[in-house]
């Protein structure tokens, strides 16, 4: 993360991040020269610095075509009040539900005293769509394991990705929520990491610009996890067998 409270910066041609104050997300800006696109919305809090950053780059609310959120969690989808009227929000299908039923539980608002205003998303964000905004191409993985409505969003001619809760800086992963698993996770991790990369733009913290490394010691944490949980799970049977005999 910058210093000095940096609002926002230029990360790659066109790319910007306005910089989320916890507990809200980072706010990706991708200039288009057909159309723009904000990747997550951040808190509804957050919408003041929203605001002050698309300014800074020559944009309105009204000038952003369309929302991707990465998945349904308060602190990625909070603003999406802000540009329903005026722009298309996307999500996968598994996220757009939950969204659409505001669950403040499964969204965790309610854990952190947030309000989140009911809004649908108008479009599915499937597995393998790719769409050109002109300035870049974006590609959607559908990345289950944080939530089941977990995507990355892959630009395959610059070799990045927006991956949202998926994966951080030095190979930080997230926990498991609501309908995720571990499973899931592993799955989503060696599936990017067939891709060619050069940077990850996570959803909170600093950029990462060595995404191989990451991406490998995700894949080892998230075996780790997982490990960790069918080990307890079998003690857990072993310990009610016991019980039982007696």
């Not at 929302?67 to 005026?86: A, L, M, R, Y």
Request: proline residues 3%; glycine residues 8%.
């Amino acid at each position: 993360m910058p210093q000095n409270d940096v609002l926002i910066e230029e990360v790659e041609d066109n790319i910007y991040i306005i910089y989320g104050k916890k507990p809200s997300c980072h706010v990706y800006v991708l200039k288009g020269t057909n159309k723009n696109v904000l990747i997550d919305t951040g808190i509804k809090g957050n919408f003041p610095r929203v605001v002050e950053g698309l300014t800074k780059v020559g944009l309105k609310v009204s000038d952003i075509h369309l929302v991707i959120n990465t998945h349904e969690h308060f602190d990625h989808v909070g603003g999406n009040i802000f540009f329903h009227e005026t722009a298309f929000l996307a999500a996968h299908r598994f996220a757009a539900t939950k969204i659409e039923l505001q669950d403040e539980y499964v969204m965790h608002s309610a854990i952190h005293g947030e309000e989140i205003l009911k809004v649908k998303s108008h479009i599915w964000m499937e597995d393998r769509l790719l769409f050109d905004i002109g300035s870049c191409k974006l590609k959607i993985f559908h990345t289950p394991g944080h939530t089941s409505g977990c995507i990355c969003i892959y630009e395959p001619f610059r070799h990045f990705m927006f991956t949202g809760d998926t994966l951080f800086d030095k190979g930080v992963i997230s926990k498991i929520s609501d309908s995720g698993s571990w499973g899931d996770y592993i799955n989503s991790l060696e599936r990017i990491n067939t891709l060619k990369m050069k940077k990850i733009f996570p959803g909170h913290g600093s950029i990462c610009d060595k995404p191989e490394e990451a991406i490998s010691i995700g894949i080892r944490s998230s075996r780790q996890k997982f490990e960790e949980l069918k080990s307890q799970m079998l003690q857990d049977l072993r310990d009610k067998r016991i019980e039982g005999k007696d």
